[in-house]
C-alpha cells in the first residue's frame, strides 16, 4: 500500500510541477485577502483588548489557514475529472490496494497547500509581519497545515464521489471555506465576537488550526495552543480520511 | 434462438466462463440480463451490439470494476468474487476513455503502469522497450501524450493494458473516434497479440465491419443478453441466400399488400420490414429480382430502390434482434454516466433519494404512475441530449443500404468523421468542464429533478 501510494503521488507531483501557473493560481486569493483586509482592519489593532501589536500579525495565520482551505477543497474535483478521462479506471483494475488511490490524492493535495503556506508566510515576513522562523515551531505549525489539507482534500474527495458532478462539489466547497473561515479567529479576535459565533467557533476545527499555527508561526511561542490545535486536526483529518476511503470504496457497489 | 457453445467440461482452456450474468442498475434497468458467454483461450470474441446493449457494462463487470447482482464469472480460472486481485493481475483493460495520463510522457504513463503491477524495474524499462517497439511508438515514448495523435493514444493505451503481460485483454470499443487509416492498422496489431502471444481477447464493437474482420466469433448483444454466438461466416450463412431489400417513398397498403403476395408466392424465404425498408431473404437474387419487379408492376407498387447483397452481420442482427444496428443508437458516453451512477455513493444516494423522498410521500398508486412519469421524464432528457448528435448521424443513417464493399468504405469513413467529432466534443467537455455542453447538460438534469420533486410535493 505504501508503494502504491507513492507512485500515485509522484505520478500527481510530476503533472502539478509540469502546470505550476496552476499550483500559482491558487496563491491569488489569498494574497488579495492578505493585502485588502490586512489593509482594511489595520486600525482594529488600536481597540482595547486586541490581542496583538498589529492587524497584521494576527490576520497572517488565518490567511494561512485560508490557503489550505481554498487549495485542497478543489482536490475533488480533479477526482472527478480523472474518472470521466477513465484514469482512475486505469488505476482499479490494476491489483493496487483502493486505500492508495485516494491516500496519494489527499497526501499530493496536503504537500501541495504546505508549500502555498510557505510561500505566503515569505511575502507577509517581507511586507512586515512578526513572523517566528525558528525550525521546530515552523515544522509544528507546518503540520497543522499538512493535517488540515489532508483533512479537506479527504473532504473534497469524498463529496466528489457521493455527488459526481461540479457543480455541487463547488457549492459544498464553497460552503466548507468560507462560512468556516468567518466562524473563526481568523480575521477577528474571539474576545470581539457575538457569544453565538464564538459557541459555533468552538466546535469549528478551523478555529483550532488558526490558534495553532498562531501559536506556532506568529509571535511568542505558545505551546498549548498548538497542541490542543494539532490533535483536533490530527482528529479531524484521521475522521475525513476515513469518510473518503469508506466513499470511494462504494465506488464498486 | 440461442446457439450452444461447445459445452466443454474441460475448463483449463476456457479463459472467460460467464454463467447468467445479472446487472440491475438503480434505475432498476437490467444492464445485463442472464447473460451467458465462454471464451476460449487464444480466441477473439466481439460483442457486437448497438449502444446501451450492455456491452461496457459486461465488461466493467470481467474486470473487476463493477459488481454484479447475480451470476458466477471466472476469468483466467479465478473466481471474480472470490479472487478479483488474482483476476486484475491476470487482465488488461483497454476502456474507453483513454486512462493515460497527457501531462506525463509514453514513457511514465508505460512505467506508472508497471509500478501498480509491481513489476521490478528492470523488467518495467525492457517492456517498455519491446512495447514501444511493437506499437512503433519509440520516438515518441518522451513526449508527453498531450502531443500524440488519437491512433498513437490508443496504442499507448493498449501498450499500458499488455505491460503486465495479461492472459486475457478486454477491448471496449477499441477502434471507436478513430480514422480509418488508424483503424485498420490497430486492427492489424490486435490481429498480431492473439497470433504471436496467444492473446484472447474479448473485445466490444459496434461496428460491423470490425467485428467480421477481426474476430474468431461474433456474439449479438442486445437488451443485456447474448442472442447467437458463432463465427461470423456461420451466423452469415445461417441466413442463407442472397439479401434483397426495398426501400420504398412509404409504406401504405399497396406496399403491404404487395409484401402479402410476395409472401403467398414464396418468393422470399423470410421477409422483414423496417420503416419503408423492407427486407427480402431469397435463395438466389439474380432471377428473384425479376420476378419481384414483375410482381411490382402488377401490384401497381413504386419501388423507390432495391438493393441485392450477400447477408451481412447487419442482417444477422435484424434476423435476431428485429432492428438493424445502424437504428439502435443511442448518444455516446451516456452509457457511461449509466455506469458511474450505479454504483458507489452516487448510486446509494439516488437511491435512497427515490425511496424515501419520493416513495414515502406519496401513497400506493399514484406513486406508481408518478414514478413512471419521472422515468419517461428521464429518458426524455437522455434522449434529447442523444438529438443533438443523432441529427448528425441521421444524414449519414440515409436509406442507402451499406451492403456492398464499396458503400461499406465510405459510410464508415463519414462515420468516422462524424465520431471524430463527437469525441473531440466530448473531449472539450472533459477537459474544461465549465464548458457550455456539459454545463448545460447537468443544468437541464438538476431543474428535471427539481421539478419533478417538486410536483410530488
Known sequence: MVADTWYLFNKYLKISLRTPLWSLFNLIQPLIWLVIFGQLFRNMAQLPGFPADSYMDFFVPGVLIMTVLFGSSWSGVSLLREITAGSIDKMLVAPISRISIVLSRVLHSAVQVMIQALIILIVAALIGTDIQFDLIPLIGGLLVIFLLGVGFASLSNGFAIILQREEPLVVVGNLMTLPLMFFSTAMVPENFMPQWISFIASINPINYAVEGVRGTMIGPLDTGYFFQGLIVVFIFAAAALTWAVHAFNGLRD | ?457
Not at chain 2, 231 to 248: S, V
Request: aromatic share 6%; hydrophobic share 35%; charged share 25%.
Open chain 2, 1 to 457: 434462438m440461442r446457439r450452444v457453445i461447445r459445452a466443454s467440461e474441460n475448463r483449463t482452456n476456457i479463459m472467460i466462463q460467464v454463467e447468467k450474468l445479472l446487472k440491475i442498475f438503480p434505475s432498476g434497468h437490467k444492464a445485463v440480463n442472464e447473460l451467458s458467454l465462454q471464451v476460449e483461450q487464444g480466441e477473439i470474441l466481439a460483442l457486437l451490439g448497438p449502444n446501451g446493449a450492455g456491452k461496457t457494462t459486461t465488461i466493467r463487470v470481467l474486470s473487476t470494476l463493477a459488481g454484479f447482482d447475480d451470476g458466477k464469472v471466472h476469468v483466467a480460472g479465478h473466481d471474480i468474487d472470490r479472487a478479483p486481485d488474482k483476476v486484475r493481475e491476470s487482465i488488461g483493460l483497454v476502456a474507453q476513455q483513454t486512462g493515460v495520463d497527457f501531462l506525463l510522457t509514453g514513457r511514465e504513463n508505460l512505467s506508472l503502469q508497471g509500478q501498480l503491477y509491481h513489476m521490478p524495474k528492470a523488467e518495467i524499462q525492457q517492456r517498455i522497450d519491446e512495447l514501444a517497439d511493437y506499437f512503433e511508438l519509440t520516438d515518441a515514448l518522451d513526449q508527453q501524450v498531450m502531443t500524440y495523435s488519437g491512433g498513437m493514444r490508443r496504442k499507448l493505451d493498449i501498450a499500458t493494458a499488455l505491460i503486465h503481460k495479461p492472459k486475457v485483454i478486454f477491448l471496449d470499443e477499441p477502434t471507436l473516434g478513430l480514422d480509418i487509416k488508424s483503424r485498420k492498422s490497430l486492427w492489424r496489431y490486435i490481429e498480431k497479440l492473439n497470433i504471436e502471444l496467444g492473446l484472447t481477447i474479448l473485445l466490444t464493437t459496434h461496428y460491423l465491419e470490425e467485428a467480421d474482420n477481426l474476430s474468431h466469433r461474433v456474439a449479438i448483444i442486445n437488451n443485456g443478453s447474448i442472442c447467437a454466438v458463432d463465427t461470423p461466416e456461420a451466423l452469415k450463412n445461417g441466413i442463407g441466400g442472397d439479401a434483397l431489400t426495398l426501400t420504398f417513398s412509404q409504406k401504405d397498403s399497396a406496399t403491404q399488400r404487395f409484401s402479402e403476395a410476395l409472401e403467398q408466392q414464396g418468393h422470399a424465404q423470410r421477409l422483414l420490414w423496417e420503416g419503408n425498408r423492407l427486407h427480402l431473404y431469397v435463395d438466389h437474387g439474380a432471377s428473384s429480382v425479376p420476378k419481384i419487379a414483375a410482381l411490382a408492376a402488377e401490384e401497381n407498387v413504386d419501388i423507390a430502390e432495391l438493393s441485392l447483397a450477400r447477408p451481412s452481420l447487419d442482417d444477422v442482427f435484424l434476423q435476431f434482434t428485429g432492428t438493424s444496428m445502424e437504428d439502435t443508437g443511442e448518444e455516446e458516453g451516456e452509457e457511461w454516466w449509466h455506469q458511474w451512477a450505479g454504483k458507489g455513493g452516487g448510486g446509494k444516494w439516488q437511491k435512497k433519494w427515490q425511496n424515501q423522498d419520493w416513495q414515502d410521500s406519496e401513497s400506493g398508486e399514484t406513486d406508481e404512475s408518478s414514478k413512471g412519469e419521472w422515468q419517461d421524464k428521464q429518458q426524455a432528457w437522455s434522449s434529447q441530449d442523444a438529438s443533438t448528435t443523432a441529427s448528425n448521424q441521421a444524414t449519414e443513417q440515409s436509406t442507402e443500404s451499406t451492403k456492398e464493399n464499396t458503400h461499406w468504405e465510405q459510410d464508415n469513413w463519414d462515420k468516422n468523421q462524424s465520431s471524430d467529432w463527437q469525441k473531440w466534443q466530448q473531449k472539450g467537455e472533459n477537459e474544461s468542464p465549465g464548458g457550455d455542453t456539459l454545463e448545460q447538460k447537468n443544468k437541464t438534469h438538476d431543474w428535471q429533478k427539481w421539478q419533478d420533486k417538486n410536483k410530488q410535493d
